[in-house]
């Protein structure tokens, strides 16, 4: 059984910076899609970042391209999100989740494609 637990979050001001972190395990794949993923309340939910395990290969919202990063780090079986230049509308829960292949550059980033969720931590960003 897949678990995903993110950690993380927390409130900062406008500009500022937060490193999401979401550890993996009960799996063996080794060949999946692993994505950040937000939810602003009354707003659905929305992709941000998605990484290709296998390839290292990324994807991002253009809402949060070249402010955001995603990474991964294999031996520790964790996923990063990287936030840079903080914005109040980047205000959401954050969750992490996984799927797998195959997927187009479209459904990386679409809730419906991935298998696995964790439980979310929370970002606030004030102005």
């Known amino acids: 059984q897949v678990q995903l637990v993110e950690s993380g979050g927390g409130s900062v001001q406008a500009g500022g910076s937060l490193r999401l972190s979401c550890a993996a395990s009960?799996?063996?794949?080794?060949?999946?899609?692993m994505g950040w993923f937000r939810q602003a309340p009354g707003k659905e939910r929305e992709g941000v970042a998605a990484?290709?395990?296998?390839?290292?290969?990324?994807f991002y919202a253009d809402s949060v391209k070249g402010r955001f990063t995603i990474s991964q780090d294999n031996a520790k079986n964790t996923l990063y999100l990287q936030m840079n230049s903080l914005k109040p509308e980047d205000t959401a829960m954050y969750y992490c989740?996984?799927?797998?292949?195959?997927?187009?550059?479209?459904?990386?980033?679409?809730?419906?494609?991935?298998?696995?969720w964790g439980q979310g931590t929370q970002v606030t960003v004030s102005s």
């Open positions: 989740a996984e799927g797998f292949p195959p997927m187009t550059p479209i459904q990386v980033l679409r809730e419906d494609s991935y298998n696995y």
């Open positions: 009960g799996y063996t794949y080794s060949h999946y899609y």
């Open positions: 990484i290709y395990i296998a390839a290292g290969r990324t």
